[in-house]
């Protein structure tokens, strides 16, 4: 069931063609874990939902961290959807957590990540965990360990991205070169500095030269190869020439004790004196995490179609991700069709794109758009704050009120 989700998601050509067997390599990565930490920055997503207060909205789940940081803001409701069982089982197990720990045991589960004691604290958790996400995290890996033991090794470590940064830190100490030195600047010079010494020259060798050109690295990424088409479109020198410029903004764009993503990019864990964090882990914001995660809703589904089971004018808020970026033009005009159906009066959506275009104008029908403002200006300033860096672009809707 999950490989079909995906692959209906992210197909875009025949079965048996090049294109379609990339795609179908693609989907076959949503198996498993691929995201352990999602890779969009939730204050800049809170800044363009505006209030959350009483706000009803849906959100692909990914890893989960972004829905549980929206409950900082007190939505009344969130219907979080994705195609993986991993990633709903992610967001299960900390909403489990929330409810069922204290703070500090719930700091170590999701922060740390990488403590014995964590695996006597999913017992607990097991009698409070939905059947399947149970399932999910007692199966055993390849290796014969359950899945839940991650978290006692190094969660963050796991899953299609995890190991995909891994192997670039590998790539690097082939190199001789040690990207953890970034965690260590004490200013943005040092920050520039440590970049150029430790990471630069990496993205200029011929090893990462041909590692560039491979569809699978990109896809260990979870890059899809229409997304992999964008970038490659997204700057004159190609895809390298994208991969150093957000690279270099992760690394020197923002104040790096400040930035979790670069924490995770860099060292590979969050920053042990807990300083920067995403906002469900900050202590401060425990209760607001434990008191919402009620108001979570957890589907299995692909978006437009959890979308069709909602009411007219039931939504204020829509939290896209990139998805946008895998899809035909068909497919974008079936998702909006849905949005426009359930958008309440003034409701928001935002969304990123590999390339710094939205890709509405182009290729959905004008008739769909009808009563949507871009905040063009909104959405700028907004995509300078991301510190995540990935993207080429950040994009705010507003439904005319």
């Not at 363009?48 to 940081?69: D, P, T, Y």
């Not at 440590?194 to 041909?210: G, K």
């Not at 979870?222 to 690394?251: S, T, Y």
């Amino acid at each position: 069931m999950a490989r079909t989700l995906a692959r209906t998601a992210a197909q875009t050509a025949a079965d048996w063609s090049p294109r379609g067997l990339l795609e179908r390599l693609f989907a076959k990565a949503f198996d498993g874990l691929v995201y352990p930490q999602i890779w969009e920055d939730p204050v800049v997503d809170m800044e363009a939902l505006a209030a959350l207060e009483g706000a009803r909205l849906v959100a692909i789940a990914s890893g989960g961290c972004n829905v549980a940081s929206y409950l900082v803001g007190r939505p009344a409701r969130i219907l979080a959807v994705d195609l993986s069982p991993a990633h709903t089982a992610l967001l299960e197990l900390k909403l489990a957590a929330a409810r069922h720990l204290s703070q500090p045991e719930f700091f170590r589960f999701f922060a740390r990540a990488d403590e014995p004691a964590n695996l006597a604290a999913f017992e607990r958790l097991r009698p409070h965990l939905p059947a399947s996400a149970r399932a999910f995290w007692e199966s055993r890996t390849l290796s014969g360990r359950r899945r839940i033991e991650a978290f006692a090794h190094g969660f963050y470590r796991t899953g299609v991205l995890g190991r995909s940064i891994g192997a670039g830190h590998l790539l690097c100490r082939l190199h001789g070169r040690d990207p953890k030195r970034l965690l260590q600047a004490r200013d943005p010079a040092e920050q520039r500095a440590i970049f150029d010494r430790e990471i630069a020259p990496v993205l200029e060798s011929p090893l990462l030269r041909l590692a560039a050109a491979l569809p699978l690295t990109w896809f260990g990424l979870g890059i899809p190869p229409a997304q992999l088409d964008a970038l490659a479109r997204a700057a004159p020198g190609g895809i390298r020439a994208v991969l150093r410029e957000r690279l270099e903004r992760l690394a020197c764009g923002f104040p790096i004790a400040e930035n979790y993503f670069a924490a995770q990019a860099f060292g590979r864990r969050y920053d042990p004196e807990g300083r920067a964090l995403p906002p469900y882990l900050a202590p401060a914001n425990f209760a607001l995490v434990r008191d919402g995660a009620g108001r979570v809703e957890v589907r299995r589904a692909l978006l437009t179609e959890a979308l069709a089971r909602e009411d007219a004018a039931s939504l204020d808020g829509f939290v896209l991700l990139d998805a946008q970026d895998w899809m035909t033009p068909a497919q974008l005009a079936l998702l909006w069709s849905q949005i426009g159906r359930t958008a309440a009066p003034g409701a928001r959506v935002i969304f990123r794109t590999a390339a710094a275009e939205s890709p509405l104008e182009r290729h959905l029908p004008t008739a769909l758009l009808e009563g949507w403002v871009h905040e063009g200006e909104r959405s700028a300033a907004l995509f300078a704050r991301d510190r995540s860096a990935i993207y080429g672009g950040f994009h705010l809707y507003r439904r005319r009120s």
